[in-house]
């Protein structure tokens, strides 16, 4: 629980960069959608790892830290979609692991970035 995705605000900063590239660059996801969330993902690892070094940070301040992204990251998606709601229908269909529209093609991607 402790090193979570939701803990440590990854999963949040993912879906905020898929959003972004969905609302304002979409051409970037004719690339591929997971691609723009491992960019998402790895950012705010970098972030939390520079936060680390920098301060020498015991494992309940990284816990806390991680949290105040997730609720930063999703509080920003939340306020993007409810200013752009048809542009997001996609995002959030997405997001919700609804698989129909976008075929297995992620998928696929994922195992070959994973492998």
Excluded: H
């Excluded at 491992?38 to 301060?55: E, Q, R, V, Y």
């Excluded at 992204?69 to 048809?86: C, D, K, R, T, W």
């Excluded at 996609?90 to 075929?103: C, K, V």
């Amino acid at each position: 629980m402790l090193a979570s995705d939701t803990t440590l605000g990854i999963a949040p900063s993912a879906s905020f960069t898929i959003l972004i590239a969905t609302l304002f660059f979409p051409s970037f996801l004719n690339i591929s959608k997971v691609l723009m969330g491992f960019i998402g993902a790895f950012s705010i690892l970098f972030l939390m790892f520079i936060f680390m070094l920098k301060k020498y940070l015991n494992s309940a301040s990284i816990i806390f830290l991680g949290l105040i992204n997730g609720m930063v990251f999703s509080a920003l998606s939340s306020l993007l979609v409810l200013f752009y709601p048809e542009e997001s229908k996609a995002f959030l269909l997405f997001n919700s692991g609804y698989l129909t529209q976008n075929n297995f093609k992620n998928v696929i991607e994922f195992f070959v970035i994973l492998v």
